[in-house]
């Protein structure tokens, strides 16, 4: 059995999220449980967190005594953050599954992975992007450089790869 939790205001997804919400639920092999969730809500000018358990979730709520045991032992009541409950859940040994990237789309594959399929299939890929993927493949075949190239973090060299296709789609 897992006990994991999203926090709904920091998904990426977040701008479909009314307020800040945490949505936890139960999983194991054969079975997910129903998500029970915790809002805040202003009450007298103060965030609140509320528990709402649907009628689907009682046995989700049903393991997380030691959740309401901690928020209870901590005096949660009063002024409790979302940060605070999230942390609250890790230190628990609740496991954070929120989707904070988009995934992405077979059409926002990264330049490294088309890259690896133009290698394969170089006729089915954009102008632009064969001779991209040209330079990327002499600068990477020299000697000294393609360890260097490889020490550059994985966001670093897309940011590289969009600049230098932008230039060459201009330039086209």
């Not at 919400?21 to 202003?42: P, T």
């Not at 040994?93 to 330049?111: L, N, V």
């Not at 600049?163 to 789609?169: K, Q």
């Amino acid at each position: 059995m897992k006990k994991v939790f999203i926090r709904g205001s920091k998904a990426y997804y977040a701008r479909e999220v009314q307020e800040d919400e945490l949505w936890i639920r139960i999983e194991d092999d054969e079975y997910v449980g129903a998500d029970l969730s915790i809002i805040w809500k202003n009450i007298s000018g103060t965030p609140s967190p509320i528990l709402n358990v649907y009628e689907d979730a009682w046995s989700t709520l049903a393991h997380c005594g030691d959740l309401i045991k901690a928020m209870n032992e901590d005096d949660f009541a009063d002024g409790a953050t979302e940060e605070d409950v999230a942390q609250l859940l890790r230190n628990l040994g609740y496991e954070d599954i929120t989707p904070y990237e988009r995934p992405k789309t077979q059409d926002e594959k990264s330049y490294i992975d088309r890259y690896y399929e133009w290698l394969n299939k170089p006729k089915e890929t954009p102008q632009n992007e064969r001779i991209l993927f040209g330079f990327l493949r002499d600068f990477t075949d020299r000697r000294g450089l393609r360890q260097e190239w490889d020490q550059i973090d994985d966001d670093i060299q897309e940011e590289i790869l969009e600049t230098w296709d932008e230039i060459i789609t201009k330039e086209l």
